[in-house]
């Protein structure tokens, strides 16, 4: 079993409010992502990075923000969080053969 | 650059009829090969993997899938289905970087 967190598991907030996204793994892993995926739909990357203090953007242009400060811990942060925003946001780490680890997910709704 | 193509957004197939998710790839260089099952307001957890060797592998819940390198594929099989495979399905393709693409997803619906 993956030993990947994400808390919290759904959020709901206002317009124009600050949030923070974590994900912690306990696997060692160098390598984590984060996705952004909406019901039923294919999978989007939005940041990555390849061990600590290194973070790259990744396919799909995200207004979020990312740091890695400890390997263990990839949070993930919006500034002014708009409905747009809205959707379930993954985080993963994955082995030196790329088998990725997922955690359950935020679902997130911005009003 | 690689590419993956699941070939059916939706499967729907009756419980224990047998059951095959397409996926094909483009790439130029030696591929990883994934497949991964989500089920609803979940993340995703992987079925089984090709690093090399065997091209037929077993993964967990019954599936299995054949890695074909002359037709770039890597079809998802499974013999008797349940009512609980019912799930999201996605195929990958890394080549050892940093990057993996995942396909767009198949839905398969088990019918009782």
């Known amino acids: 079993e993956a030993d990947i967190y994400q808390t919290p598991r759904y959020l709901v907030i206002g317009t124009g409010k600050k949030i923070t996204l974590e994900c912690s793994q306990t696997?060692?892993?160098?390598?984590m992502y984060w996705y952004q995926q909406d019901p039923g739909m294919e999978l989007h990357l939005i940041h990555y990075?390849?061990?600590?203090?290194?973070?790259e953007k990744g396919d799909l242009s995200s207004e979020s923000t990312v740091s890695r400060i400890r390997t263990e811990h990839f949070p993930l942060t919006l500034e002014s969080a708009r409905p747009s925003h809205t959707s379930q946001y993954l985080c993963?780490?994955?082995?030196?053969?790329?088998?990725?680890?997922f955690g359950p997910g935020t679902r997130l709704t911005v009003l | 650059a690689q590419s993956v193509t699941q070939l059916d957004s939706q499967v729907p197939v009756f419980e224990e009829a047998p059951v095959e998710l397409r996926c094909n790839y483009s790439?130029?260089?030696?591929?990883?090969l994934f497949w991964y099952v989500q089920y609803p307001n979940q993340g995703l957890q992987l079925l089984l993997k090709?690093?090399?060797?065997?091209?037929l592998v077993k993964g967990i819940n019954g599936f299995e899938a054949e890695f074909n390198k002359s037709q770039t594929s890597f079809h998802l099989r499974k013999p008797s289905v349940h009512i609980s495979d019912t799930a999201e399905y996605f195929c990958?393709?890394?080549?050892?970087?940093?990057?993996?693409?995942f396909g767009a997803g198949t839905r398969l619906f088990v019918k009782a």
């Open positions: 993963a780490s994955s082995t030196s053969t790329d088998t990725q680890y």
């Open positions: 696997m060692g892993h160098d390598k």
């Open positions: 990075s390849y061990g600590v203090n290194s973070t």
């Open positions: 790439s130029s260089v030696s591929v990883y």
């Open positions: 090709y690093l090399s060797g065997s091209t």
């Open positions: 990958a393709v890394s080549t050892g970087g940093f990057k993996t693409i």
